[in-house]
């Protein structure tokens, strides 16, 4: 194809770039002033200072030149720990909880997870295709342009595949990239309640093998806490993902200082998601394993829990992400930047960590860095503006949404 | 002028219509599924179940018929302690808390208060109205149609009376409803660091008649603080202004417990705002005088103080409204379903109390009960329609603005 048939497109008079590549401008955030980007065919061409794009670029045939009057652009958010596909709603349980029951009691009453599960069992696959659609079209509004989303509401081979599938459909149907991920161990079924050996069986021998062979899932996760599934059980999942080629990612120490972290960073995970719980060692052993560790301040503060603070996570030397952990129960705000303020103002994550745990840190805990995250020549042409004049304002003024533009693979999907 | 020349509107196929009105409706909400309102000349002319509206008002000549297709509908929502007139913006200062430095560092090392008196001496009548309507306009989003402002970052006479003419002029210049509330006592400016005593004395002998006399503000509030003004010193401005016939309001046992609380209740006050550490003796006192307690979450979220729980003030009876606190130092989030679902979460204050909190007992915070915060024959048509099925989600889906319609005075204004 020649040059004169891709789309091309620069962006120019951006107030404030954040590459998140260090080498390429100030500070840990990369941070070039009076920038300009050139997007060619999905990819980025260039980015720097804008007076030294070459005009012949912005003359070229057929380029399109946007000027953005002096806002912040970054590279497109990347939301990595959601469960974004589901039926069903629970605001009752909300209100429940708001009156003093906690999130254990209403999932022993039948509530929380299963709850949800029966509702996705219910849903068909063209109305979860539609809940989900509708759901990404708010996320992309609010400048994410790659999502992680997990099965684990369907808890049977016949309902997780449906989710897995779900996740493909809309992965092609709107702008949003997905990163699928299957967590068949999310919850222990109803019908499984005796038999946890049963449940654990098809998990391994049925859902892994199918998921695997269907290509539906980038990888495995468990939900390894108290009442849920143990350390030894997770690590059979997590063990038979792996050796059948998925990547892995653990739900640890979020309610109890459970193990799940030090199985993570020993299983080599990419990512070890929640943590509220996890120690010293703990957070070292994931250090140690190159391990992220994903914040879901959301789920932190709609469960009323007390909020970590990361200093002891840096002081470790772990690599932090950020993400809503967008759910039906613990976790149903979907604004990322929201979850980013949380995480700076209860956990004490300093400003330029936030906008790391939102694109570069989060592209390493869904094992995309190589494509998305950063900005710069060959990665992806993903990128949210953002009607503000100081990115610092994005978290300042919580609670509204300052992105006004989203460009996803080259395109402008939100204008 | 005839029937036939007024705003007249139905808004029909109301899924959910909270009327505030317990004998108007189901429960504390007064809650009508199914419903329709009638607007007439600025004034809900009949509200009630969609099937009882009389043809005749439906088919009258020049009426506009609204279907909103199973939406709720609520009170348009009031804010009801804001400081939205200001200039400058401090990204920075939210950058050195997150690092670790306390409010009160900040404060005394020139940042806080102060910082945003000296932009805001600075900025032009012009410019601050400018600030406030494009602030006005983000809140009118979310479903607001009242909102308290307060003055208070100019403290000197000729920039107090500058902000107090500033919320005037924005009062009549765009749809929301503005209560106008003097705070010349909110910090002692530092050119009367010296002279405590001085700076009273100006307040109470040259700002309170100066305002009283344009007729520039319905209340005066004090920020009564460790740090700030003492009780005894709140006590003389709160008098001077309650004999110089103006509504009083009072920053209350915010950071401490300082004895706010009590002040207020003494003097009849129409509401104490904030109260994180007011002691039970403070709260009976304010229930025994019919004080409305302001709950101000966002403040203590983005401060990252402990939420007090709202059970002690529940079981002191103390009304309790619920607002954003919006100013640009200890409460940038502008979005007041948000500081509801704060409320609910973190403080455990139930759904219901939360629109009670942001319709009627807003209404009583700012004297206004007798025309807003309630859906009846004769209240302001004043409404804020919702793009959801359950007035739970507004507050559960947190983070996205859920409001799709607002209408101020009979007249669309967020089509």
């Known amino acids: 194809m020649s040059a004169e048939d891709?789309?091309?497109?620069?962006?120019?008079?951006?107030g404030t770039l954040l590459t998140m590549d260090p080498e390429a401008g100030e500070g840990p955030l990369g941070i070039i002033r009076?920038?300009?980007?050139?997007?060619?065919g999905g990819d980025i061409a260039w980015c720097g200072r804008s007076g030294d794009l070459p005009d012949s670029v912005r003359r070229a045939p057929g380029i399109d030149v946007i000027d953005v009057d002096g806002r912040v652009v970054t590279p497109g958010l990347i939301d990595c720990h959601t469960h974004l596909v589901f039926g069903g709603s629970r605001e009752g349980e909300f209100a429940q909880r708001v009156a003093g029951a906690t999130y254990q009691e209403i999932a022993a009453a039948g509530g929380g997870i299963v709850s949800t599960?029966?509702?996705t069992r219910a849903a068909s696959f063209e109305e979860l295709v539609e809940l989900g659609a509708s759901r990404l079209a708010t996320m992309l509004r609010f400048g994410v342009t790659t999502c992680e989303v997990k099965s684990g509401y369907g808890l049977s081979v016949e309902a997780e595949l449906k989710m897995l599938r779900v996740i493909r459909a809309l992965d092609g149907r709107q702008p949003v990239a997905l990163v699928p991920t299957f967590l068949g161990a999310h919850a222990l079924p109803p019908e499984f309640r005796r038999d946890r050996e049963g449940y654990l069986?098809?998990?391994i021998r049925e859902m892994i093998p199918a998921v695997v062979s269907e290509g539906l899932a980038d990888f495995c996760d468990v939900f390894c806490e108290e009442g849920v599934f143990s350390v030894e059980?997770?690590?059979?999942?997590?063990?038979a993902a792996k050796s059948a080629g998925l990547g892995i990612k653990v739900h640890a120490d979020q309610l109890t200082?459970?193990?799940?972290?030090?199985?993570?960073?020993e299983l080599g995970a990419v990512s070890a998601d929640h943590l509220e719980h996890a120690g010293d060692e703990a957070l070292a052993a994931l250090a140690a394993a190159g391990t992220v560790a994903v914040l879901l301040p959301g789920a932190t503060f709609f469960l009323n829990q007390d909020f970590p603070n990361v200093r002891r996570f840096r002081d470790a030397g772990v690599s932090l992400a950020v993400s809503t952990d967008f759910n039906p129960g613990s976790s149903p705000g979907i604004n990322l930047p929201l979850a980013g303020t949380m995480a700076a103002v209860r956990m004490g994550l300093p400003i330029e960590g936030v906008f790391a745990g939102m694109t570069v840190q989060a592209a390493r805990a869904v094992g995309r860095q190589a494509r998305v995250g950063t900005l710069s020549p060959g990665m992806a042409a993903d990128l949210a503006v953002f009607d503000v004049a100081d990115h610092r304002t994005i978290l300042y003024r919580f609670g509204v949404n300052h992105c006004s533009m989203v460009i996803k693979d080259g395109r402008i999907v939100v204008p």
């Open 201 to 203: 069986g098809m998990v």
């Open 6 to 14: 891709r789309e091309s497109l620069v962006v120019d008079n951006i």
């Open 34 to 40: 009076g920038a300009a980007v050139h997007l060619d």
């Open 233 to 239: 059980e997770s690590r059979r999942v997590l063990e």
């Open 117 to 119: 599960m029966r509702a």
């Open 257 to 265: 200082p459970f193990g799940g972290a030090r199985l993570a960073a």
